[in-house]
Protein backbone atom coordinates (compact mmCIF):
# COMPACT_ATOMS: atom_id res chain seq x y z
CA UNK A 1 0.00 0.00 0.00
CA UNK A 2 1.09 3.41 -0.39
CA UNK A 3 1.89 5.59 2.54
CA UNK A 4 2.51 8.60 0.59
CA UNK A 5 -1.15 8.28 -0.91
CA UNK A 6 -2.80 7.11 2.46
CA UNK A 7 -3.08 10.21 4.79
CA UNK A 8 -5.62 9.80 7.28
CA UNK A 9 -7.30 10.83 10.56
CA UNK A 10 -7.44 9.16 13.48
CA UNK A 11 -8.42 9.57 16.73
CA UNK A 12 -5.49 8.75 19.02
CA UNK A 13 -5.83 7.74 23.03
CA UNK A 14 -5.01 11.40 24.31
CA UNK A 15 -9.18 12.81 23.79
CA UNK A 16 -7.94 14.88 21.06
CA UNK A 17 -8.14 14.84 17.52
CA UNK A 18 -4.69 14.82 15.65
CA UNK A 19 -4.85 14.67 12.06
CA UNK A 20 -0.88 14.72 11.25
CA UNK A 21 0.14 10.66 12.54
CA UNK A 22 -0.67 9.70 8.73
CA UNK A 23 2.27 6.97 8.41
CA UNK A 24 -0.33 4.55 9.00
CA UNK A 25 -2.53 1.58 11.03
CA UNK A 26 -1.90 -0.19 7.22
CA UNK A 27 1.73 -0.59 8.09
CA UNK A 28 1.43 -3.06 11.04
CA UNK A 29 4.83 -4.88 9.29
CA UNK A 30 6.60 -1.82 10.48
CA UNK A 31 9.47 -2.22 11.19
CA UNK A 32 10.49 -4.64 8.37
CA UNK A 33 14.03 -5.56 7.41
CA UNK A 34 14.39 -7.40 4.58
CA UNK A 35 18.29 -7.22 4.55
CA UNK A 36 20.50 -6.89 7.38
CA UNK A 37 21.67 -3.52 7.46
CA UNK A 38 23.75 -2.05 5.71
CA UNK A 39 22.35 -4.26 2.36
CA UNK A 40 23.74 -4.37 -0.87
CA UNK A 41 23.29 -0.86 -2.11
CA UNK A 42 23.91 0.90 1.27
CA UNK A 43 27.36 -0.27 0.80
CA UNK A 44 27.93 0.95 -2.18
CA UNK A 45 27.00 4.33 -1.36
CA UNK A 46 29.20 4.22 2.22
CA UNK A 47 32.10 3.28 0.26
CA UNK A 48 31.59 6.33 -2.60
CA UNK A 49 30.86 8.05 0.53
CA UNK A 50 34.04 7.23 2.00
CA UNK A 51 35.49 8.89 -0.94
CA UNK A 52 34.02 12.04 -1.24
CA UNK A 53 32.36 13.23 1.63
CA UNK A 54 34.58 15.01 4.38
CA UNK A 55 35.25 12.44 7.07
CA UNK A 56 34.53 14.89 10.16
CA UNK A 57 30.46 13.86 10.32
CA UNK A 58 29.21 11.93 13.20
CA UNK A 59 27.47 8.90 11.40
CA UNK A 60 26.05 6.61 14.41
CA UNK A 61 25.77 3.73 12.33
CA UNK A 62 25.31 2.82 8.44
CA UNK A 63 21.94 4.05 7.70
CA UNK A 64 21.34 4.92 4.20
CA UNK A 65 18.41 6.80 4.03
CA UNK A 66 16.31 6.84 0.39
CA UNK A 67 12.82 7.94 2.00
CA UNK A 68 10.80 9.37 4.88
CA UNK A 69 7.04 9.65 5.58
CA UNK A 70 5.76 10.12 9.35
CA UNK A 71 7.68 8.39 11.47
CA UNK A 72 9.18 5.68 9.56
CA UNK A 73 12.31 6.13 7.06
CA UNK A 74 13.18 4.06 4.78
CA UNK A 75 16.56 2.69 3.27
CA UNK A 76 17.78 2.22 0.02
CA UNK A 77 17.46 -1.85 0.18
CA UNK A 78 13.87 -2.00 0.81
CA UNK A 79 14.43 -1.65 5.09
CA UNK A 80 11.55 0.28 7.03
CA UNK A 81 12.56 1.52 10.17
CA UNK A 82 10.90 3.47 13.49
CA UNK A 83 12.34 6.48 13.70
CA UNK A 84 13.25 7.81 17.15
CA UNK A 85 15.45 10.30 17.17
CA UNK A 86 12.87 12.88 14.41
CA UNK A 87 16.10 13.13 11.61
CA UNK A 88 18.25 14.65 14.94
CA UNK A 89 15.33 16.34 16.30
CA UNK A 90 14.73 18.06 13.60
CA UNK A 91 11.27 16.30 12.55
CA UNK A 92 9.02 17.44 14.74
CA UNK A 93 6.08 16.91 12.80
CA UNK A 94 7.10 13.68 11.30
CA UNK A 95 8.69 13.24 7.88
CA UNK A 96 7.17 14.84 4.94
CA UNK A 97 4.03 16.55 6.69
CA UNK A 98 1.84 16.80 3.63
CA UNK A 99 1.29 20.51 5.00
CA UNK A 100 4.76 21.56 4.92
CA UNK A 101 5.35 20.21 1.83
CA UNK A 102 2.59 21.87 0.60
CA UNK A 103 4.13 25.03 2.05
CA UNK A 104 7.35 24.80 0.36
CA UNK A 105 5.88 23.68 -3.01
CA UNK A 106 3.83 26.87 -3.02
CA UNK A 107 6.83 29.04 -1.69
CA UNK A 108 9.27 27.32 -4.67
CA UNK A 109 7.07 28.23 -7.24
CA UNK A 110 6.40 32.00 -6.03
CA UNK A 111 9.81 33.16 -4.89
CA UNK A 112 12.74 30.95 -3.75
CA UNK A 113 15.38 33.53 -2.60
CA UNK A 114 15.75 37.41 -2.15
CA UNK A 115 17.95 37.81 0.65
CA UNK A 116 16.08 39.58 3.67
CA UNK A 117 20.04 40.78 4.49
CA UNK A 118 19.48 43.45 1.51
CA UNK A 119 15.52 43.88 0.77
CA UNK A 120 12.29 42.65 1.98
CA UNK A 121 9.71 40.01 1.97
CA UNK A 122 6.59 39.14 3.70
CA UNK A 123 7.32 35.65 4.33
CA UNK A 124 10.11 36.28 7.26
CA UNK A 125 8.39 39.23 8.51
CA UNK A 126 5.05 36.59 9.13
CA UNK A 127 7.24 33.99 10.66
CA UNK A 128 8.54 36.52 12.77
CA UNK A 129 5.15 37.64 13.81
CA UNK A 130 4.47 34.09 14.53
CA UNK A 131 7.76 33.11 16.69
CA UNK A 132 7.23 36.51 18.75
CA UNK A 133 4.19 35.49 19.59
CA UNK A 134 4.44 32.06 20.54
CA UNK A 135 7.99 32.89 21.90
CA UNK A 136 8.37 32.89 26.38
CA UNK A 137 8.00 36.78 27.94
CA UNK A 138 5.35 39.18 26.82
CA UNK A 139 7.34 41.63 26.23
CA UNK A 140 8.24 43.22 22.95
CA UNK A 141 10.66 41.16 20.66
CA UNK A 142 12.78 41.02 17.54
CA UNK A 143 14.21 37.80 15.94
CA UNK A 144 17.22 37.22 13.69
CA UNK A 145 17.20 34.52 11.22
CA UNK A 146 19.93 32.30 10.20
CA UNK A 147 20.70 29.18 8.95
CA UNK A 148 21.13 26.56 11.50
CA UNK A 149 21.54 26.13 15.28
CA UNK A 150 25.37 27.32 15.36
CA UNK A 151 24.10 30.63 13.60
CA UNK A 152 21.51 31.36 16.35
CA UNK A 153 24.14 30.48 18.84
CA UNK A 154 26.51 33.16 17.28
CA UNK A 155 24.21 35.88 16.46
CA UNK A 156 23.14 35.42 20.33
CA UNK A 157 26.85 35.63 21.32
CA UNK A 158 27.71 38.64 18.95
CA UNK A 159 24.36 40.59 20.61
CA UNK A 160 24.93 40.09 23.92
CA UNK A 161 28.92 41.42 24.16
CA UNK A 162 27.69 44.10 21.55
CA UNK A 163 24.73 45.24 23.68
CA UNK A 164 26.76 44.82 27.00
CA UNK A 165 29.81 46.18 25.96
CA UNK A 166 31.11 42.95 28.11
CA UNK A 167 33.67 40.46 27.20
CA UNK A 168 32.87 37.09 28.95
CA UNK A 169 30.32 34.88 28.19
CA UNK A 170 29.48 31.94 30.94
CA UNK A 171 28.76 28.50 29.68
CA UNK A 172 28.31 24.96 31.06
CA UNK A 173 30.84 22.01 30.61
CA UNK A 174 29.04 19.40 29.01
CA UNK A 175 26.79 21.97 26.57
CA UNK A 176 26.27 21.42 23.00
CA UNK A 177 26.07 24.75 21.51
CA UNK A 178 27.56 24.20 17.40
CA UNK A 179 30.53 23.94 15.50
CA UNK A 180 31.83 27.61 14.59
CA UNK A 181 34.08 28.97 16.39
CA UNK A 182 32.10 30.90 18.74
CA UNK A 183 29.48 28.24 19.85
CA UNK A 184 32.16 25.98 19.55
CA UNK A 185 34.60 27.27 21.87
CA UNK A 186 31.14 27.55 24.63
CA UNK A 187 30.51 23.51 23.44
CA UNK A 188 32.24 21.40 25.81
CA UNK A 189 30.21 17.73 25.53
CA UNK A 190 33.57 15.63 23.95
CA UNK A 191 37.15 16.79 23.62
CA UNK A 192 36.63 15.84 19.94
CA UNK A 193 34.52 18.53 19.42
CA UNK A 194 37.72 21.08 20.19
CA UNK A 195 40.62 19.21 19.78
CA UNK A 196 42.97 20.51 17.09
CA UNK A 197 41.03 24.26 16.69
CA UNK A 198 42.35 26.28 19.64
CA UNK A 199 43.05 28.67 19.49
CA UNK A 200 39.47 29.42 20.73
CA UNK A 201 37.39 32.60 21.16
CA UNK A 202 38.72 34.06 24.17
CA UNK A 203 36.29 35.33 26.91
CA UNK A 204 34.93 32.17 27.74
CA UNK A 205 34.32 30.78 30.99
CA UNK A 206 33.20 26.96 31.94
CA UNK A 207 31.14 25.53 34.79
CA UNK A 208 29.83 22.68 36.04
CA UNK A 209 26.00 21.64 34.90
CA UNK A 210 23.59 20.67 37.81
CA UNK A 211 23.47 16.81 37.05
CA UNK A 212 21.47 15.06 39.56
CA UNK A 213 22.29 11.69 38.91
CA UNK A 214 26.19 12.63 38.68
CA UNK A 215 25.43 16.07 40.66
CA UNK A 216 29.73 17.37 40.38
CA UNK A 217 29.59 18.91 43.76
CA UNK A 218 28.15 15.41 45.60
CA UNK A 219 24.74 16.06 46.24
CA UNK A 220 22.66 13.00 46.73
CA UNK A 221 20.17 12.25 43.39
CA UNK A 222 17.44 12.49 45.88
CA UNK A 223 18.10 16.16 46.58
CA UNK A 224 18.42 17.47 42.91
CA UNK A 225 17.68 21.24 44.55
CA UNK A 226 20.56 20.59 46.36
CA UNK A 227 22.37 20.24 43.43
CA UNK A 228 21.04 23.26 41.66
CA UNK A 229 22.00 25.44 44.98
CA UNK A 230 25.88 24.07 44.87
CA UNK A 231 26.12 24.99 41.32
CA UNK A 232 24.70 28.77 41.45
CA UNK A 233 26.78 28.99 45.44
CA UNK A 234 29.83 27.87 42.67
CA UNK A 235 29.42 30.17 40.09
CA UNK A 236 28.90 33.60 42.48
CA UNK A 237 31.58 32.44 45.07
CA UNK A 238 33.81 30.99 43.09
CA UNK A 239 33.70 32.43 39.73
CA UNK A 240 32.02 36.00 39.72
CA UNK A 241 33.87 36.12 43.32
CA UNK A 242 37.06 35.30 42.59
CA UNK A 243 38.41 35.67 38.90
CA UNK A 244 35.69 36.94 36.40
CA UNK A 245 34.23 40.49 37.09
CA UNK A 246 30.31 40.28 36.99
CA UNK A 247 29.92 43.73 35.66
CA UNK A 248 32.18 42.32 32.90
CA UNK A 249 29.51 39.58 31.71
CA UNK A 250 27.71 39.75 28.96
CA UNK A 251 25.58 36.50 29.29
CA UNK A 252 25.34 33.41 31.05
CA UNK A 253 24.18 30.84 27.88
CA UNK A 254 22.71 27.70 28.78
CA UNK A 255 20.41 24.74 27.36
CA UNK A 256 17.34 23.97 29.37
CA UNK A 257 18.06 20.64 29.17
CA UNK A 258 21.68 19.56 28.08
CA UNK A 259 21.15 17.50 24.79
CA UNK A 260 24.53 16.31 23.26
CA UNK A 261 26.31 16.02 26.64
CA UNK A 262 23.65 13.47 27.95
CA UNK A 263 19.79 14.49 28.17
CA UNK A 264 20.47 15.82 31.25
CA UNK A 265 17.70 17.79 33.12
CA UNK A 266 18.26 20.27 35.33
CA UNK A 267 16.78 20.70 38.92
CA UNK A 268 13.37 22.78 38.97
CA UNK A 269 15.23 25.84 41.10
CA UNK A 270 18.33 26.10 38.52
CA UNK A 271 17.13 28.07 35.99
CA UNK A 272 14.91 30.70 38.47
CA UNK A 273 18.18 30.82 40.23
CA UNK A 274 20.44 31.58 37.29
CA UNK A 275 17.70 33.92 36.33
CA UNK A 276 18.35 35.71 39.53
CA UNK A 277 21.99 35.98 39.75
CA UNK A 278 22.08 37.18 35.76
CA UNK A 279 19.70 39.94 37.27
CA UNK A 280 22.16 40.81 40.27
CA UNK A 281 24.59 41.57 38.13
CA UNK A 282 23.29 42.96 34.61
CA UNK A 283 23.96 39.68 32.85
CA UNK A 284 21.87 38.51 30.46
CA UNK A 285 20.24 35.04 29.74
CA UNK A 286 20.73 33.29 26.67
CA UNK A 287 18.24 30.02 26.17
CA UNK A 288 19.60 27.83 23.43
CA UNK A 289 16.18 25.71 22.58
CA UNK A 290 17.71 24.80 19.64
CA UNK A 291 16.82 20.73 20.44
CA UNK A 292 14.93 21.81 23.35
CA UNK A 293 12.15 23.89 21.85
CA UNK A 294 9.13 23.83 19.48
CA UNK A 295 6.99 21.74 21.36
CA UNK A 296 9.66 18.94 22.18
CA UNK A 297 9.58 19.05 26.13
CA UNK A 298 5.58 19.25 26.17
CA UNK A 299 5.65 23.20 26.15
CA UNK A 300 6.44 25.08 23.16
CA UNK A 301 10.28 26.34 24.80
CA UNK A 302 11.44 24.34 27.77
CA UNK A 303 12.33 27.13 29.75
CA UNK A 304 8.85 27.70 30.22
CA UNK A 305 8.92 24.63 32.27
CA UNK A 306 10.94 26.62 34.77
CA UNK A 307 8.77 29.55 35.04
CA UNK A 308 11.71 32.07 33.93
CA UNK A 309 11.75 34.37 30.77
CA UNK A 310 15.56 34.72 28.48
CA UNK A 311 16.61 37.72 27.25
CA UNK A 312 17.38 35.66 23.93
CA UNK A 313 16.54 32.63 22.92
CA UNK A 314 17.89 30.77 19.80
CA UNK A 315 16.39 27.63 17.76
CA UNK A 316 16.86 25.94 14.63
CA UNK A 317 16.32 22.27 14.09
CA UNK A 318 12.26 21.51 14.17
CA UNK A 319 12.18 25.24 13.58
CA UNK A 320 11.98 24.80 9.93
CA UNK A 321 9.91 21.54 9.85
CA UNK A 322 12.90 20.08 7.51
CA UNK A 323 14.19 23.03 5.90
CA UNK A 324 17.20 25.01 7.27
CA UNK A 325 16.37 28.12 9.39
CA UNK A 326 17.93 29.81 12.62
CA UNK A 327 16.11 31.86 14.91
CA UNK A 328 17.98 34.06 17.37
CA UNK A 329 14.84 35.82 19.65
CA UNK A 330 15.35 38.46 21.55
CA UNK A 331 13.64 41.06 23.68
CA UNK A 332 13.56 44.56 21.77
CA UNK A 333 15.16 46.69 23.89
CA UNK A 334 18.38 44.13 24.07
CA UNK A 335 17.98 43.72 20.11
CA UNK A 336 19.00 47.45 19.00
CA UNK A 337 22.15 46.46 16.99
CA UNK A 338 22.61 48.84 13.80
CA UNK A 339 22.13 47.77 10.03
CA UNK A 340 24.96 46.18 8.70
CA UNK A 341 26.63 44.81 12.14
CA UNK A 342 25.44 41.54 11.86
CA UNK A 343 23.22 39.58 8.72
CA UNK A 344 23.38 36.47 6.57
CA UNK A 345 22.50 36.44 2.79
CA UNK A 346 20.34 32.76 3.07
CA UNK A 347 19.09 33.70 6.55
CA UNK A 348 15.23 33.30 7.00
CA UNK A 349 14.72 32.35 3.13
CA UNK A 350 11.23 32.30 2.10
CA UNK A 351 10.96 28.68 1.38
CA UNK A 352 12.41 27.93 4.91
CA UNK A 353 10.25 30.75 6.52
CA UNK A 354 7.37 29.41 4.85
CA UNK A 355 8.06 25.73 5.18
CA UNK A 356 8.72 27.01 9.08
CA UNK A 357 5.08 28.68 9.64
CA UNK A 358 3.32 25.48 8.27
CA UNK A 359 5.12 23.58 11.01
CA UNK A 360 3.71 25.55 13.55
CA UNK A 361 0.75 25.48 12.30
CA UNK A 362 0.56 22.01 12.35
CA UNK A 363 1.80 21.72 16.22
CA UNK A 364 -1.32 23.82 17.13
CA UNK A 365 -3.54 22.80 15.05
CA UNK A 366 -3.14 18.70 15.82
CA UNK A 367 -2.15 19.97 19.27
CA UNK A 368 1.39 18.54 19.71
CA UNK A 369 2.43 20.26 22.29
CA UNK A 370 0.13 18.68 24.70
CA UNK A 371 0.85 15.33 22.91
CA UNK A 372 4.48 15.50 23.90
CA UNK A 373 3.39 15.95 27.44
CA UNK A 374 1.00 13.51 27.72
CA UNK A 375 2.79 10.80 25.69
CA UNK A 376 6.66 11.58 26.96
CA UNK A 377 4.71 10.74 30.47
CA UNK A 378 3.54 7.34 29.14
CA UNK A 379 6.93 6.44 27.95
CA UNK A 380 8.76 7.93 31.12
CA UNK A 381 6.85 5.27 33.17
CA UNK A 382 7.65 2.49 30.81
CA UNK A 383 11.31 3.21 31.28
CA UNK A 384 11.21 3.84 34.77
CA UNK A 385 9.62 0.25 34.88
CA UNK A 386 12.60 -0.49 32.70
CA UNK A 387 14.64 0.84 35.71
CA UNK A 388 13.27 -1.15 38.69
CA UNK A 389 13.89 -4.52 36.45
CA UNK A 390 17.25 -4.06 34.71
CA UNK A 391 20.10 -3.75 36.92
CA UNK A 392 21.64 -1.71 33.67
CA UNK A 393 19.26 0.87 33.31
CA UNK A 394 20.61 3.36 35.86
CA UNK A 395 18.14 6.65 35.40
CA UNK A 396 15.46 7.88 32.98
CA UNK A 397 14.88 12.11 33.11
CA UNK A 398 13.94 14.28 30.23
CA UNK A 399 10.61 16.21 29.66
CA UNK A 400 7.61 15.48 27.02
CA UNK A 401 9.27 13.59 23.94
CA UNK A 402 12.98 14.45 25.16
CA UNK A 403 13.79 11.65 27.01
CA UNK A 404 17.59 10.43 28.23
CA UNK A 405 17.77 6.10 29.49
CA UNK A 406 21.24 6.14 31.34
CA UNK A 407 23.47 3.08 30.57
CA UNK A 408 25.48 1.47 33.75
CA UNK A 409 27.49 -1.48 34.44
CA UNK A 410 25.11 -1.56 37.45
CA UNK A 411 23.29 0.33 39.65
CA UNK A 412 25.64 0.26 42.55
CA UNK A 413 28.63 1.76 41.12
CA UNK A 414 26.83 3.54 38.18
CA UNK A 415 30.12 3.15 36.24
CA UNK A 416 29.13 4.31 32.35
CA UNK A 417 28.92 1.75 29.83
CA UNK A 418 29.44 3.59 26.66
CA UNK A 419 30.25 -0.20 25.49
CA UNK A 420 26.51 -1.46 26.45
CA UNK A 421 24.93 1.34 25.00
CA UNK A 422 26.51 1.71 21.74
CA UNK A 423 25.44 -2.46 21.47
CA UNK A 424 22.08 -1.41 22.41
CA UNK A 425 21.64 1.24 19.95
CA UNK A 426 22.82 -1.09 16.49
CA UNK A 427 21.14 -4.21 18.15
CA UNK A 428 17.83 -1.83 17.73
CA UNK A 429 18.77 0.02 14.52
CA UNK A 430 19.11 -3.56 12.58
CA UNK A 431 16.15 -4.86 14.24
CA UNK A 432 14.26 -1.71 12.75
CA UNK A 433 14.54 1.18 15.39
CA UNK A 434 16.39 4.66 14.92
CA UNK A 435 17.95 5.32 18.08
CA UNK A 436 20.43 6.88 18.81
CA UNK A 437 22.99 7.70 22.00
CA UNK A 438 24.00 11.35 23.87
CA UNK A 439 27.17 11.75 25.67
CA UNK A 440 28.52 8.57 26.01
CA UNK A 441 26.06 6.01 27.47
CA UNK A 442 22.37 7.50 27.05
CA UNK A 443 20.18 6.16 24.61
CA UNK A 444 18.04 9.18 23.33
CA UNK A 445 13.94 8.82 22.71
CA UNK A 446 12.99 11.64 20.53
CA UNK A 447 10.87 10.38 18.08
CA UNK A 448 8.21 13.37 15.63
CA UNK A 449 5.42 14.32 17.93
CA UNK A 450 3.00 12.80 16.04
CA UNK A 451 4.31 8.97 16.17
CA UNK A 452 1.67 6.96 16.53
CA UNK A 453 1.21 5.74 19.74
CA UNK A 454 1.27 1.92 18.50
CA UNK A 455 4.39 2.43 16.85
CA UNK A 456 6.45 3.96 19.81
CA UNK A 457 5.69 1.37 22.05
CA UNK A 458 6.49 -1.20 19.59
CA UNK A 459 9.77 0.41 18.99
CA UNK A 460 10.63 0.94 22.93
CA UNK A 461 9.59 -3.39 23.31
CA UNK A 462 12.56 -3.65 20.28
CA UNK A 463 14.73 -1.88 22.75
CA UNK A 464 13.60 -3.53 26.00
CA UNK A 465 14.38 -6.77 23.92
CA UNK A 466 18.18 -5.22 23.68
CA UNK A 467 18.31 -4.50 27.23
CA UNK A 468 17.32 -7.68 28.02
CA UNK A 469 19.61 -9.64 25.83
CA UNK A 470 22.70 -7.36 27.15
CA UNK A 471 21.65 -7.64 31.17
C1 LIG B 1 21.43 22.79 21.90
C2 LIG B 1 22.07 22.90 20.57
N1 LIG B 1 22.54 24.08 20.15
C3 LIG B 1 23.10 24.24 18.94
C4 LIG B 1 23.25 23.17 18.09
C5 LIG B 1 23.90 23.36 16.74
O1 LIG B 1 22.95 23.23 15.75
P1 LIG B 1 23.40 23.03 14.21
O2 LIG B 1 23.91 21.63 14.09
O3 LIG B 1 22.14 23.28 13.44
O4 LIG B 1 24.44 24.04 13.93
C6 LIG B 1 22.77 21.91 18.48
C7 LIG B 1 22.92 20.75 17.58
O5 LIG B 1 22.78 19.61 17.97
C8 LIG B 1 22.17 21.77 19.75
O6 LIG B 1 21.71 20.59 20.18
Known amino acids: MDIHK ?12 TRSSYSGSMSSNIPKIV ?7 AREILERDSKVISPSYVRFYPLVVERGQGSFIYDVDGNV ?12 VGHCHPEVVKAIKEQAEKLLHYSNTDFYYEESVKFAEKLVSIAPGSFDKRVFFSNSGTESVEAAIKLARWRTKRQYIIGFIGAFHGRTY ?8 KPVQRAGFSPLVPGIVHVPYPYPYRCPFGASPDEPEECANR ?5 DEWVLR ?16 QGEGGYILPPKNFIPELRKLADEHG ?5 DEVQAGMGRTGKWWAIQHFGVDPDILTSAKALGGGLPVG ?3 AKADVMTWPGGSHASTFGGNPVSCASGLATINVIEQDRLVERAAELGEKVKKVLNEWKDHYEIVGDVRGLGLMIGMEIVRDKVSKKKAPDLTREIMIRSWKSGVAVITAGVNVIRIFPPLNIEEEYLFKALDIIRSKIRELS
Open 81 to 92: YIDLNSGLGVLN
Open 327 to 329: ATI
Open 6 to 17: NIFKYKNTFNFE
Open 242 to 257: KFVPPEEVAAIIFEPV
Open 231 to 235: TIEFI
Open 182 to 189: GSMSITSS
Open 283 to 287: ILLID
Open 35 to 41: VTPPGPK
